[in-house]
Nanobody, 115 residues
Framework: QVQLVESGGGLVQPGGSLRLSCAASGFTFSIYTMRWYRQAPGKERELVAQITSTGSTTVYADSVKGRFTISRDNAKNTVYLQMNSLKPEDTAVYYC????????WGQGTQVTVSS
């Protein structure tokens, strides 16, 4: 079955960087669009970034444009989220998601931005 395993989260100071990874299995990763979402305490889950199957098209939430970069390595069945210039408001649990497979949420990875 579809499995998504996120990693790379942690505690970072404002202005710092983190790189999240999501290892996918159970489906033909290379032909599907992938997304990163995040959910902060007390807030709804929100879309952060999306990348098409070949990586040719990316979309970002306004709040992360210019700071975050989504990418993928289809040979490794992995999607990444490079996060730079992190702010306290980026604190959340981050999830990758394969929108074709409804409900395919992983366990998420916690990102905390704090001094």
């Amino acid at each position: 079955q579809v499995q998504l395993v996120e990693s790379g989260g942690g505690l970072v100071q404002p202005g710092g960087s983190l790189r999240l990874s999501c290892a996918a299995s159970g489906f033909t990763f290379s032909i599907y669009t992938m997304r990163w979402y995040r959910q902060a305490p007390g807030k709804e889950r929100e879309l952060v970034a999306q990348i098409t199957s070949t990586g040719s098209t990316t979309v970002y939430a306004d709040s992360v444009k210019g700071r975050f970069t989504i990418s993928r390595d289809n040979a490794k069945n992995t999607v990444y989220l490079q996060m730079n210039s992190l702010k306290p408001e980026d604190t959340a649990v981050y999830y990758c998601y394969a929108p074709t497979f409804i409900g395919s949420w992983g366990q998420g990875t916690q990102v905390t931005v704090s001094s």
